[in-house]
């Protein structure tokens, strides 16, 4: 595995070795020890599967406060996403930057994001699914999102949504906070 720092204090681009035959191929998402020698100490409580029939499909930005703030390492087992960490910590030197990079099955990049970052993605294809571990278990009540078109982030979308929730397009701009 090779792991990557990011203009985000925390948040890392891993890449995992993809060998395969004619069979296939086997493959690390994950290697606690290699992740805990990079200085990323990721205590995983809960595995999350997301699947997205189309391209376009927008989740995000998420984030959680409190007690519940979690690290994310998100990696797609299926078609291709543009997942985004943005930078949400009012006192990092990077309080606004993002972020993003395309995850794929094929090119076996992960996205790690860390406390207090918000997390969301785009599906580049159709059926589009992503895997997130988590060290929080998820908490609606502390849950705290970001609109995804917020001029604060300046986010560069490969692509423009066809599907988002009413509630990931209704979250509010910094600005208006």
Known sequence: MNINKTIIEGAYIIERAIGGDERGYFSRVADIAELKNAGINADFVQYNLSRNTVKGVLRGLHSQVAGFAEDKLI????????DVCVDVRKDSLTYGKYVGQILSEQNGKSLYIPKGCAHGYITLTDNAQALYFSTQVYAPNVEVGYNWKDPMFSIDWPIEPTI??????????????
């Open 164 to 177: 988002i929730s009413k509630k990931d397009d209704s979250w509010t701009f910094v600005s208006e906070r």
């Open 75 to 82: 990696t797609c087992t299926n078609g291709e996403i543009y």
